[in-house]
């Protein structure tokens, strides 16, 4: 399900199902390495976008936690975990975090959530529909990923 008012009618009437919820980590910055992130952004949001597809009526994708690239560690892991706690208190039992940050897997232990770094595919110059089929490639691996994290939280 996606952050809309359609499907977030559709999420209200079947929390009960919709055990987990996936948002994208966009980092932001003006500086030299713009293109860069702003790469790193549309390759997780199109993978986010295809494994909610996938994950239909089970998860639920919200819009991305954004955050300026050159903050601190500890300001980004704060803000990150506050929205994880709010994130619990809704019932969510599984949280996945996607990014192409790798700042971010010096400090996955810290994080209230499963952090998935993803290296990302600069797409700007591929035609769209090579860019679509590396990304379901991309999502395949995801999928037995984050079944493998719900089976491992049921034991």
């Known amino acids: 399900m996606n952050w809309n008012g359609k499907d977030i009618e559709s999420f209200q009437q079947q929390k009960e199902y919709i055990d987990t919820l996936l948002m994208p980590l966009a980092p932001v910055s003006f500086e030299n390495d713009m293109k860069e992130v702003a790469s790193q952004y ?79 595919v600069p797409l700007e110059h591929m035609e769209d529909s090579y860019k679509y089929s590396l990304i379901e490639e991309q999502a395949k691996q995801f999928v037995n990923i984050i079944v493998h994290k719900w089976q491992q939280n049921l034991s």
């Open 42 to 120: 549309e390759f997780i949001q199109l993978l986010t976008m295809l494994l909610e597809k996938q994950f239909k009526g089970r998860m639920l994708l919200v819009p991305p936690f954004s955050y300026i690239r050159k903050q601190t560690e500890e300001e980004k892991l704060t803000a990150l975990n506050r929205w994880a706690d709010e994130v619990d208190k809704a019932g969510f039992k599984h949280k996945f975090f996607f990014t192409s940050d790798s700042s971010w897997k010096l400090a996955e232990e810290k994080i209230n959530g499963s952090l998935i770094w993803v290296p990302s």
